[in-house]
């Protein structure tokens, strides 16, 4: 492809890079800089609390990861290997629960609960492995469904047993799979916020809320940017470990061979798929369900109060909430479409860039991945201590939360587009070449108009992660402008039963938001197609 | 040991790919199975196998039928068109598995293993690699993993298509040797009547087995 003119990159790649370098290096410079010396390094690594913090976000962490992989193996065969009715709704189902917002998650756990009930570590573990269940189910699902079936049966005529296949050829087949996905999970697991500041018992902290503690609740800003850095270190050690293992492990499969998915034969095959995908079912939908029906269940029976006293602030003349439902319903909303566009843009730049720069291009990328593997709590905090002096005191600015948001989504934008891009063949640009284009009028008649159907799914994301979004959120709302996660975890915090079903609406509302949105992106997913190459890839990666 | 294909029927989403498919093999026979693309010829020795339930019909063994015992249970050994070896295993660790899955000890299946690999002229190839391997060598590797459990029948998928003229003519003539060594009763599916000439004592065309 001919290159463009040098300007137009650098043009290109301008505002993301600055982008890049005001709301992320800044503050995590700050953050190491400023909020660390020798003092509140040795006084958070002795104190007995911090490794207790770090044992329990460690341990926590590791059990949700195994019971996620244990319990996903299954649907994640039967979906790579059968079809069967409902198949494409039990993805669907799956993908609906992963997009959820954290907070909406930990509330439908919460309503599945018996008031009585204690909040036990056990709920949180069950809250992040419901949450994850559909990592698990799509990567290794995948993988699953492209290892070669003849394989499976070249063992068993060698007198293997369905065991046997599973444990010498398909679980080795799939270790960097699962590795992959473990480590999706962990990560996970080990930054979790929302889910435990809305479920976990007081007293229970990760790493991720005792930072976000330290820091507004305590005024200890030291102790919580030491234990930042603390999860940043274990962060980057758990992605190192995985791409050592992955490349250990790895073996090249040839997958040409499309092992295809069929439908179940004789009764013991069919009732084992209809047990799986029915448990699958019920353990996915059941949460959902309760958070509907708790939104309408008051102590003096079934009523919709909850939902038509959402927009007053007073539950009953003179007791105020303090939060303002339905103002949070509009705040939310209009951050999103900030967060939305401010991403859009500067996503839809950056992989311009990243694409027509080539080896260059390839910095800006993974400057750009970078925050979604530092925690929005960490980069919450960051801006939150960064942006307090004048001439950059811009904590009362309307469109800091949004650029927090935006940060966070930026990465998921550039994906989206950068595979859409880089798939589309050069040989276009040469041809447009040789029938008089210059390299930037071709560039603008080859790849630009490719840019549009990624940046709508792209946009999809970054509208659903920042109406969910709720660790940035939580160090950079001001009071009186709460985001719906915001408003959520204080009313489900309160007591009171009218409060609690008000939370559940909200969180009920915050659910179909994003489980549309959610269903959107896949559509357009599917649809998303590229001419340009010998047949046709999907925005999904398959053909 | 005989086999019988007792009208076995298989259909895929409405159609269908076996209708009422009836064959005998008898013990130490080797048959040719002929057939266009798409006539259900891999299809009826993945039913053999056991590695699909057909929707009718019966697959006996020696007088007996197995149509509900599982693959590993069957005696039924198969070679695949692209070979399946195992990617994260070694040479010798491919052609032990049937060995290993038998529940014989390590310096034993290593020792049988290298005899095999020398039988089909790979000798010393047990630690490689099996990307390492060309084609034909995967092929043999493929040979030696099926022929080293002894099966009661061995079913050969195409197994020497998409080799070059020379090196499929030296295979079919070893395979012949090997399946004749072995006194193996075999059913091979094939498109070329010349290696069906080399290999087997006789053919019948998939579309003349149904009803």
Redesign the interface.
């Known amino acids: 492809m001919n290159p463009l003119p040098r300007t137009l990159v650098t043009a290109l790649a301008a505002v993301p890079a600055l982008g890049l370098v005001v709301f992320y290096f800044w503050p995590l410079t700050t953050l190491l800089v400023e909020a660390i010396d020798g003092r509140s390094v040795s006084d958070a690594l002795t104190r007995h609390q911090t490794w207790d913090v770090v044992w329990f976000t460690t341990w926590q962490a590791l059990v949700s990861t195994a019971l996620t992989i244990a319990v996903g193996l299954a649907p994640a065969y039967l979906i790579a290997r059968y079809e069967f009715v409902g198949r494409r709704q039990l993805v669907a189902v799956l993908t609906a629960l992963f997009v959820l917002p954290t907070v909406v998650m930990g509330a439908a756990m919460l309503a599945l609960l018996p008031d009585s009930f204690d909040r036990t570590v056990w709920t949180v573990i069950a809250a992040h492995v419901l949450f994850n269940l559909a990592i698990v189910v799509r990567v290794i699902g995948t993988m699953w469904e492209h290892l070669?079936i003849?394989?499976?049966?070249?063992?068993?005529?060698?007198?293997?047993?369905?065991w046997?296949v599973f444990r010498?050829?398909s679980l080795?087949?799939l270790r960097p799979t699962i590795v992959g996905a473990a480590a999706i999970v962990f990560l996970f697991a080990f930054t979790s916020f929302g889910v435990i500041r809305i479920l976990a018992a007081p007293g229970t902290r990760t790493i991720e809320v005792e930072v976000w503690r330290r820091a507004t609740q305590l005024g200890d800003i030291g102790g919580a940017a030491v234990l930042s850095l603390l999860q940043l270190a274990v962060l980057g050690l758990v992605v190192l470990w995985t791409s050592t293992a992955q490349r250990r492990y790895g073996?090249?499969?040839?997958v040409r061979?499309h092992a295809r998915r069929?439908?179940a034969?004789?009764r013991r095959?069919r009732s084992v798929v209809a047990v799986i995908s029915g448990l699958t079912f019920a353990v996915a939908l059941t949460p959902l369900v309760a958070l509907t029906i708790r939104s309408f269940s008051t102590p003096s029976g079934w009523s919709t109060t909850a939902w038509r006293t959402l927009g007053r602030s007073e539950v009953r003349p003179g007791i105020r909430i303090g939060v303002d439902p339905v103002a949070a319903l509009g705040q939310s909303v209009q951050t999103a479409a900030w967060a939305t566009t401010f991403a859009v843009v500067v996503g839809g730049l950056a992989s311009l860039a990243i694409v027509a720069a080539r080896r260059s291009g390839r910095l800006l990328d993974i400057g750009l991945m970078l925050p979604v593997g530092t925690s929005a709590v960490t980069i919450g905090f960051g801006m939150l201590i960064t942006f307090d002096t004048p001439p950059t005191d811009w904590r009362a600015a309307w469109w800091l939360v949004p650029v927090g948001h935006a940060l966070i989504a930026v990465p998921f934008v550039v994906r989206t587009t950068n595979g859409v891009l880089q798939a589309i063949d050069p040989r276009l640009s040469d041809a447009a070449a040789t029938l008089g284009a210059s390299p930037t009028r071709a560039w603008r008649a080859v790849v630009v108009p490719y840019l549009w159907r990624p940046l709508m799914v792209g946009a999809g994301l970054a509208a659903a992660i920042s109406l969910g979004e709720f660790g940035a959120t939580s160090f950079l709302s001001r009071s009186g402008d709460e985001t719906l996660p915001i408003v959520i975890e204080k009313l489900l915090g309160r007591t009171g039963s009218l409060l609690q079903a008000q939370g559940y609406a909200l969180a009920t509302v915050l659910a179909i938001a994003t489980i549309t949105i959610a269903l959107m992106i896949e559509r357009a997913g599917d649809t998303a197609a590229i001419p340009g190459r010998r047949g046709t890839r999907r925005s999904d990666g398959r053909y | 040991m005989r086999l019988e294909v007792d009208a076995i029927t298989v259909i895929f989403d409405e159609t269908v790919v076996l209708d009422a498919v009836s064959l005998t093999v008898e013990s130490g026979e080797i048959v040719g199975l002929f057939g266009p693309s798409g006539s259900g010829k891999s299809t009826l020795l993945r039913t053999i196998a056991g590695t699909l339930r057909p929707d009718s019909g019966k697959v006996i063994l020696d007088a007996q039928d197995v149509s509900s015992v599982p693959t590993h249970e069957r005696a039924v050994g198969m070679v695949f068109q692209d070979n399946q070896l195992f990617p994260h295993r070694t040479v010798g660790d491919n052609v032990a598995f049937g060995l290993k899955m038998a529940g014989i000890g390590r310096a034993d299946r290593r020792g049988r293993a290298a005899s095999w690999l020398e039988r089909v002229g790979l000798a010393g190839f047990d630690d490689r690699e099996t990307d390492d391997l060309s084609g034909g060598e995967a092929k043999r590797v493929a040979l030696a993993r099926t022929l080293i459990v002894e099966p009661g029948i061995v079913l050969l998928d195409e197994p020497l298509t998409g080799l070059d003229r020379e090196l499929h003519d030296r295979l079919a003539h070893d395979l012949a040797q090997l399946l004749r060594a072995t006194g193996s009763t075999a059913l091979l599916v094939t498109h070329d009547a010349d290696e069906a000439r080399i290999i087997c004592d006789r053919t019948v065309h998939v579309t003349d087995l149904g009803a």
């Open positions: 070669p003849d394989m499976e049966g070249a063992a068993a005529t060698l007198g293997a047993t369905r046997q010498e050829i080795p087949l073996r090249p499969i040839d061979v069929r439908r034969r004789g095959e």
